[in-house]
Structures are given as structure tokens and as C-alpha cells.
């Protein structure tokens, strides 16, 4: 006999997180559990405000009308809503034992302020060092002082950096000009540096600083191609739709000698845990960019290890279905 369960979750933000010049105060979303006979499936569908076209009540209608065909005994298409389609296929992944347990709990640690906590934070990293720093929020110039300074404390650094498109041509040059050119090579890719992509790929030619592909994968036009200085794509699963379709991202970038790094759309302790495993199966080789949890003032059903946030357990949340 097959059962359905679905909940809404809301966890307070730490102050301070602001996504596409919006404060975001707490995170919603959905979590959803399949059972069949003895066994069970669990997935979350937290489309992100901001990013996700669809809204939190958009997925939920959609999970709804799906979860009652499935529990009937259908087998209808998953919902063509990314976050719906992620969240479902996670369940009934688990439920199929598809999605192996042995998880990257490796997070590239990010740093969107104080350089000073990042570099303590590394100082404890075993391994491969690498960490992400989100630029084009403060002047460009500072940005370049930040990375110069990490990349001269920590000398075996690799940096990921994250402009979300925020720089003209000039500013991403000034930027460029403040890195010393030492250090270029150890800057893994900068994400989306210009507002558009020609702007971008005119900076990595020009620069010689790898970029990669984040909010371009979901463009329209956007083609898995290799191209000169482009060096990796992110990949967030809540914003791509099924597992299905992040494996054939994956399996698209690896074809081409591009790195594909899993990445957080901000999702709770479950979803963030979820993801580490899909990172350890797809992406074995690649740190995955999941150090979002700190955001959040409590965890969700499932720990991530080591984190000393509460974890609320589903008595703590509503029943939908
Ligand atoms: O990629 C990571 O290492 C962490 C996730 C991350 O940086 C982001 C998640 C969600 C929205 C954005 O603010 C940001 C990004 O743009 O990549
Ligand atoms: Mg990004």
C-alpha cells in the first residue's frame, strides 16, 4: 500500500541574508514522504524566492495534485516546477534505494563578510583547501584586497568566487586589476562575473580568470558547450528539476572537461544532506558548494554532521496531507 505525507516547514534566517537585494527572514518549504510498504522516501521542495520562478504555493498545488495521483497508484510525469520535480524524485529515489547514502559532507566554506573568520575557518580544513567568497556586493577594489589577502595567508588556498553577475566590464577589470597576477591561478573560477555572458567570457579572455556558469544554466538559450576560460558550471538541483535531469547536467559537463559543482539553493539540513550524497555519487571528485546551513537558525529531520543547530523534528511541523 503506497501512503503520502506532506509538511510545511518555516526556519527563522540568521539576520543579514540578503538574496537578490531582498532580506530573506525565514526559509519556507515543503517537505514530502512516500511510503511504500516497509519502505520510505523523503525529498524537500523549497523553491527559493528570488531565484525559483515558481512560488512556495505554486509547488505545493503541484506536489498535491501529484502525491494524490501516486498514492492512487498512478504513474504520472513529475511536475514540471524544478523545485516539485527535485523534491519528488529524491523521494521516490530513497524509496527505490537509488540515491546511495555515502555522503561529500565537505563543504567549500563561504564567506560573504569577514575574510578574518575565513581564515581561522581554514586553518581547521583537512585536505584540499578550498572556499567560496562572494564578490561585487562592496567596491571591486575591496574585493581584490580580500582575495589578494586570503590567497597570500593561505598558500595551498584554491578560491571560488561568486559575482551573481553584479559587474560592468570596468568594475570586473578593476577587479582584475588588484589580484595579483601570481595568485590568478589559484582563483578556481569566478561565477557569473558580468550582467551578460559575451561580458563574461570577454573578462575571462582578457583576464585569464577561469569563470564558470551559474544563473546561466537557466537561460533559455543556455547550451552545454566548451568555450575558452570557462572552466566549470554550478549546478543547483532545486533550480534544475529531477535527479534525472541533474545527472544528465553532470554526465553534460563532464563530458566536456568541465567541472560540475553541486550546488545549495539554500535548502534545510534535509535537502542539504540529500544533496551532499548526490555530490558523492555524481561529482566524487569535486567539492560540493553547500555551506548554507549556517544561514538557518535550525535543522530539519536529518543532521548534518557535526552541527550544533536544534533539528526540528516533523511533530514541529504542518500537515498538509
Ligand atoms: O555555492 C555555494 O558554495 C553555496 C551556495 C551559494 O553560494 C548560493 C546559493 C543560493 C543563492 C546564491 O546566493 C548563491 C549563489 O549565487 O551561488
Ligand atoms: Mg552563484
Redesign the pocket.
Known amino acids: 500500500m503506497r501512503c503520502v505525507q506532506l509538511y510545511r516547514w518555516q526556519i527563522p534566517m540568521d539576520a543579514g541574508v540578503v538574496?537578490?537585494e531582498r532580506r530573506l527572514k525565514t526559509r519556507d518549504g515543503l517537505v514530502v514522504r512516500l511510503t511504500e510498504g516497509e519502505r520510505e522516501g523523503w525529498g524537500e521542495i523549497s523553491p527559493?524566492p528570488?531565484?525559483s520562478l515558481e512560488t512556495l504555493e505554486m509547488a505545493q498545488h503541484a506536489a498535491i495534485d501529484w502525491l494524490q495521483a501516486w498514492r492512487q497508484g498512478s504513474a504520472l510525469p513529475l511536475p514540471a516546477l524544478p523545485s516539485v520535480a527535485f523534491g519528488l524524485s529524491c523521494a521516490l529515489a530513497e524509496l527505490a534505494d537509488e540515491l546511495p547514502q555515502a555522503a561529500d559532507y565537505r563543504?567549500?566554506p563561504?564567506c560573504t563578510g569577514d575574510p578574518d573568520d575565513l581564515v581561522l575557518r581554514l586553518a581547521d580544513m583537512p585536505g584540499e583547501k578550498v572556499a567560496?567568497v562572494?564578490v561585487g556586493l562592496y567596491e571591486a577594489v575591496r574585493d581584490g584586497m580580500v582575495v589578494n589577502l586570503l590567497l597570500e595567508a593561505i598558500p595551498d588556498l584554491h578560491l571560488?568566487l561568486?559575482a551573481?553577475r553584479a559587474w560592468t566590464p570596468l568594475k570586473a577589470q578593476q577587479f582584475a586589476r588588484y589580484v595579483n597576477p601570481d595568485y590568478r591561478s589559484r582563483i578556481a573560477f569566478l561565477?557569473?562575473p558580468c550582467k551578460t555572458r559575451d561580458d563574461s567570457r570577454a573578462f575571462a579572455r582578457e583576464t585569464g580568470i577561469a569563470i564558470a556558469w551559474?544563473?546561466s544554466l537557466r537561460d533559455a538559450d543556455f547550451a552545454f558547450v566548451a568555450e575558452p576560460g570557462v572552466k566549470a558550471v554550478?549546478i543547483?538541483p532545486t533550480l534544475t528539476g529531477s535527479l534525472e535531469k541533474v545527472k544528465a547536467q553532470v554526465a553534460a559537463a563532464h563530458q566536456l572537461g568541465l567541472t560540475a559543482?553541486i550546488?545549495?539553493?539554500?535548502e534545510s539540513s534535509l535537502g542539504l544532506t540529500q544533496l551532499a550524497r548526490i555530490a558523492a555519487w555524481l561529482t566524487p571528485d569535486t567539492i560540493?558548494?553547500?555551506?548554507?546551513l549556517n544561514l538557518m537558525q535550525a535543522q530539519l529531520l536529518r543532521c548534518w554532521p557535526g552541527s550544533e543547530l536544534p533539528c526540528l523534528d516533523s511533530t514541529m511541523l504542518e500537515p498538509l496531507l
Open positions: 538574496l537578490r527559493l528570488g531565484f563543504a567549500a563561504l567560496k562572494k571560488r561568486d551573481n561565477e557569473e551559474d544563473e554550478v543547483k559543482v550546488s545549495s539553493s539554500i560540493p558548494g553547500l555551506d548554507t
